[in-house]
């Protein structure tokens, strides 16, 4: 259940980020927007062995 919230949480964030335009943009903002997209795919990819409570 904690990890629906926190994937449901990044998935907003990247979403607020993503509106942004892309000239207001810094590389520092760009690179962030990479790490939480991908732990955004690591929280929803997980293999099954690793759900297992």
Known sequence: MLT???A???AVVVF???RRR????SR???KMT???VLALGILL????WARAS
Do not use: Q, S, Y
Request: no cysteine; aromatic share 4%; proline share 4%.
């Open 45 to 48: 990819a997980r293999p099954r």
């Open 4 to 6: 629906i919230t926190v």
């Open 16 to 18: 607020l980020r993503l």
């Open 22 to 25: 892309t000239e207001a943009r």
């Open 8 to 10: 449901v949480l990044l």
């Open 28 to 30: 520092f903002d760009e």
């Open 34 to 36: 990479v790490a939480i």
